[in-house]
Nanobody
Framework: QGQLVETGGGSVQPEGSLRLSCAGSGYARTVMCMGWFRQAPGKEREGVALIPLGAPFTYVADSVKGRFTISEDNAKNTIHLQMNSLKPEDTGTYYC?????????????????????WGQGTQVTVSS
């Protein structure tokens, strides 16, 4: 089990943009999947954008499709989430997740991945 560190959260006005980054370290096994989840006050945690590392597909929730983009970095075990046209309903704590189990790739494909590792979270607030 490794460590995940998220950066890039903050406050922004509606229609603004933010970029989140997550760097994983200390993994003895190959990381198979990484992704972003979020939790709004009073709501359950939900998958936002997920990616099997090195695979040609991603999962993006319908609520953010066309506005959020997940990408891998050239640096090992690093991903980014570009968030554009942010809305107040995007407010919440954003968590980076990772998994070394190969089965996570099926979970990402189907949008029901239950990650093994979690970051501490970074706050995103969208408000005028």
């Amino acid at each position: 089990q490794g460590q995940l560190v998220e950066t890039g959260g903050g406050s922004v006005q509606p229609e603004g943009s933010l970029r989140l980054s997550c760097a994983g370290s200390g993994y003895a096994r190959t990381v198979m999947c990484m992704g972003w989840f979020r939790q709004a006050p009073g709501k359950e945690r939900e998958g936002v954008a997920l990616i099997p590392l090195g695979a040609p597909f991603t999962y993006v929730a319908d609520s953010v499709k066309g506005r959020f983009t997940i990408s891998e970095d050239n640096a090992k075990n690093t991903i980014h989430l570009q968030m554009n046209s942010l809305k107040p309903e995007d407010t919440g704590t954003y968590y980076c997740a990772a998994d070394t189990r190969y089965s996570c790739r099926l979970g990402v494909r189907d949008g029901n991945w239950d990650p093994h590792d979690w970051g501490q979270g970074t706050q995103v607030t969208v408000s005028s």
